[in-house]
C-alpha cells in the first residue's frame, strides 16, 4: 500500500491529466497548425500551476515530466536558483536564509573561493590597520616578484623583444623589396634610418640586466600599502591574501605608479620615473601572467574615485626619494628604516 506521501504526487498528476485533456478537448478544432507542428513559434497559454499548452499545434508541456515533447526552458535567476519560463516553477532552488544578507552583498563576493565568501556576507568586523598592513604588505611584494622577477616577466621581456626585432626585420624587408623591384641599389643606411622611424613609437625591450634590485621596489611597496590602509575601498576588496579583486587592484597600482595620481594639486601616488619603461606591456598581461589587461584601467577608476570621496580625510604625499638606476643602472635607494617616508594619516 502506497504511503501518504506517495498518494499526493499521484493524486496532483490524475488533477493535471484531466486538466489537459479538458483543455484539448476544448481547443483541438481551433489548432492553427497540425498536431505538434514543429515549423512556428509556440505561443503558450496555461493549463495548470505546472502545464502549459500551445494555442497553435496543441503541443503540451509539463515540468518536471522526463516524457516531455518540449523541454523545460531554464533561467538562472539572481538568487541562484533555476526557473522554467514557461510555467514559472522552480526547478532547483538555493537561498540564503539569512534576513540580513542581500542578493547584492551575496554576489560582490561570489567570484571568490568559499573562505572569502563566508567573510564577506556574514565577518561584520572591520580589519584594523595591523591585519591590513599585514595583508596589503605580502600581497605587494607577491605582484612585484610576480611582475619584475618571476618566469612569467622574463617570457614577457622576451616576447617584447621577439616583436620590437620582428618590427625591425618587417621595415627593412619591405625596404630592401620596394629597392629590388624598382631595379635600384639597396641603400643600407636607408633602411636603418627607416627601422628607426619605424620603432620611434615602441619601447625600447629590457633584460633582465636592466631591472633593479628587488630593493628598489621598497618605496613603491611602501607607498602602495600606505594608500589602500587609509582608503575607504568598496565593500569587495575585502583583506583577504585570497581575494583576487584585491590583488589586480594591486597590479593597477603598481601600473598607475608609472605616472602617478594628484587631484586638487595634491599627489596622493608619487610618479617613479623610468617603471613605465621596465614594466611588463599590458597587451602582454593575459598572455603571460593570465590577467586581463582591462583590470589596470577598472583599478585606476576605484582608486580615484575613493580617493576623491576620502580627500578631507587623507594627507597628500609630498615627496619620493630619487634613484639613479634609471641613468646609471645603479640603484641608489634609501632603506626605509633608514629614512622614514612621508604617510598618509587620516584625520
Keep these: ?3 501518504g506521501k506517495d498518494e499526493i504526487p499521484l493524486k496532483n498528476q490524475s488533477i493535471t491529466r ?9 481547443r483541438h478544432l481551433t489548432f492553427t ?7 512556428h513559434v509556440h505561443e503558450w497559454c496555461s493549463i495548470s500551476s505546472d502545464s502549459v499548452g500551445c494555442s497553435l ?4 508541456h509539463i515540468c518536471g515530466c522526463s516524457q516531455n515533447i518540449i523541454a523545460c526552458n531554464i533561467e538562472l535567476q539572481d538568487d541562484s536558483s533555476t526557473v522554467c519560463t514557461y510555467t514559472g516553477i522552480v526547478i532547483k532552488s538555493s537561498s540564503l536564509f539569512d534576513p540580513e544578507t542581500s542578493i547584492s552583498e551575496y554576489n560582490a563576493g561570489s567570484s571568490t573561493q568559499g573562505a ?3 567573510i564577506t556576507t556574514y565577518d561584520k568586523r572591520a580589519p584594523s590597520l595591523l591585519q591590513k598592513t599585514e595583508v596589503l604588505h605580502s600581497m605587494t611584494r607577491k605582484v612585484i616578484c610576480m611582475l619584475f622577477f618571476s618566469p612569467q616577466a622574463q617570457n614577457a621581456r622576451d616576447l617584447e623583444l621577439l616583436r620590437y626585432n620582428r618590427k625591425v626585420l618587417q621595415i627593412f624587408t619591405a625596404h630592401s623589396l620596394k629597392k629590388k623591384n624598382s631595379f635600384r641599389h639597396c641603400n643600407i643606411l636607408e633602411g636603418i634610418e627607416l627601422c628607426c622611424n619605424g620603432v620611434a613609437t615602441y619601447r625600447k625591450p629590457v633584460d633582465i640586466h636592466g631591472i633593479p634590485p628587488l630593493q628598489h621596489f621598497d618605496h613603491l611597496q611602501h607607498v602602495i600599502i600606505l594608500l589602500l590602509s587609509h582608503i575607504e575601498l568598496p565593500r569587495q576588496f575585502i583583506f583577504s591574501e585570497s581575494n583576487e579583486r584585491l590583488k589586480n587592484l594591486i597590479i593597477s597600482l603598481v601600473y598607475i605608479s608609472s605616472d602617478g595620481i594628484s587631484f586638487q594639486n595634491h599627489v596622493f601616488l608619487p610618479k617613479f620615473v623610468g ?8 597587451l602582454m598581461l593575459a598572455k603571460c601572467f593570465g590577467i586581463q589587461p582591462k583590470i589596470v584601467t577598472d583599478g585606476e577608476n576605484v582608486i580615484k574615485l575613493s580617493i576623491k570621496q576620502n580627500t578631507k580625510k587623507l594627507h597628500p604625499y609630498h615627496c619620493a626619494p630619487l634613484c639613479d638606476f634609471p641613468k646609471t643602472f645603479v640603484c641608489t635607494c634609501p632603506k626605509l628604516h633608514e629614512e622614514p617616508m612621508q604617510t598618509l594619516p587620516t584625520a
Design 1 to 3: 500500500m502506497p504511503t
Design 18 to 26: 484531466q486538466k489537459i485533456q479538458a483543455w484539448w478537448n476544448l
Design 33 to 39: 497548425f497540425p498536431p505538434m507542428f514543429r515549423g
Design 57 to 60: 499545434c496543441g503541443v503540451v
Design 116 to 118: 572569502f565568501c563566508r
Design 275 to 282: 617603471l613605465k619603461n621596465i614594466l611588463p606591456l599590458e
